[in-house]
């Protein structure tokens, strides 16, 4: 199994997590595109999910496993719901890189339309609408309380996003975008007044989201390794950028949006600000900011494709590198209609 040593994790496992028995079976989890995300399941048939770095060389920055078990373990204190977590190991003799292990959580993953399709319209609003609710319920955890606040700086956040990701673009493309560097101006340029300073989960979307297919509630918030203080508008942004309107194409193939049944992205910012009482008027600045990130991450996951990192075939390479020009015009032409 690339990307475990399975004699030694499984000799940890049994160590450090409770009830865990030898011997184990891992299978990596389709859709880790960054850090990678394995099922284990033990004797008894138990399963548990871990949680490992790209192979390979990494930016120093990224695929902090300490960082994203400590704030999976400081959520689970409050009512956002994500899944437990059972364990970190920091010894890189064990499987050459940190990881971590957390309860395996039952849902779905609505990574597409036509998995949408197949679940009742009634229930596509329902997912909707919790999506919102808990991605408010986020932005309202005292980050004190949990053990955060001292996790970053809780001022400033997207002036600070929109150069990390400009220097990360400097660090990780393998090619010239001249887009990138004009997005890049733009919103260094319109910098918004931050409302409030919480947890912004950095990647929230339903891709990233288990749902129970029956009622659809979230049942667990994963891919927690963009997580920091911030700006919550960001994170309301972002579901914009996959956001399809009823009854359109994806905007991207692994999100549902588009199919009878969710509501309009109107809808979603509406109800969140329902939900918090934040000012939403200067949301496309965000989507806009969402699609210059996006794109910077495609080109870094690209990039690992081209080295031969990823711990799966490579199937999705070109998905990656046509998406990178792609996502920098969008924002373009989002910033442009926003500061003629």
């Not at 969402?290 to 075939?313: H, P, S, T």
């Not at 792609?326 to 924002?331: H, I, K, P, Q, R």
Request: glycine content about 10%; hydrophobic content about 40%; charged content about 25%.
């Amino acid at each position: 199994m690339r990307g475990i040593n399975v004699e030694n994790v499984s000799r940890w496992l049994e160590a450090n997590i409770e009830g865990a028995k030898a011997p184990f079976d891992f299978s990596l989890i389709a859709g880790g595109r960054s850090n990678l995300t394995f099922k284990v399941v033990d004797a008894n048939g138990t399963k548990f999910v871990l949680r490992r770095p790209p192979m390979g060389q990494i930016l120093a920055t990224a695929h902090n496993m300490e960082r994203e078990h400590r704030l999976i373990s400081a959520v689970g204190k409050t009512g956002v719901p994500v899944p437990k977590a059972l364990g970190l190991c920091t010894d890189v003799e064990v499987n050459d890189a940190h990881f971590y292990v957390m309860a395996w959580v039952d849902g779905e993953v609505l990574d597409s339309q036509q998995k949408a399709a197949s679940l009742p319209q009634s229930v596509l609003a329902a997912a909707a609408d919790d999506l919102v609710d808990v991605l408010a319920e986020l932005h309202a955890v005292d980050v004190d309380a949990v053990g955060l606040g001292d996790l970053a700086r809780r001022d400033g956040y997207v002036e600070r996003q929109v150069k990390r990701w400009s220097t990360q673009w400097e660090n990780s493309k393998s090619r010239e975008i001249p887009a990138i560097e004009e997005v890049a101006r733009i919103l260094a340029a319109h910098i918004p007044r931050q409302q409030g300073n919480g947890i912004a989960h950095g990647d929230y979307r339903f891709g990233n989201c288990l749902v129970d297919t029956q009622t659809g509630r979230i049942t667990g918030v994963l891919d927690w390794e963009l997580c920091t203080l911030g700006d919550p508008l960001a994170d309301v942004g972002y579901l914009g950028v996959y956001w399809a309107e009823p009854g359109e194409p994806a905007t991207r193939e692994n999100d549902p949006t588009g199919v009878i049944g969710f509501p309009t992205y109107k809808h979603v910012v509406d109800r969140y600000a329902q939900r918090t009482g934040l000012d939403v008027s200067e949301v496309d600045y965000y989507v806009a900011f969402g699609n210059f990130r996006l794109a910077v991450i495609c080109e870094g996951v690209y990039a690992r494709y081209a080295g031969g990192v990823m711990g799966d075939d490579g199937s999705s390479v070109e998905w990656f590198r046509d998406a990178v020009p792609a996502l920098a015009e969008t924002a373009l032409n989002k910033l442009h209609q926003l500061y003629r």
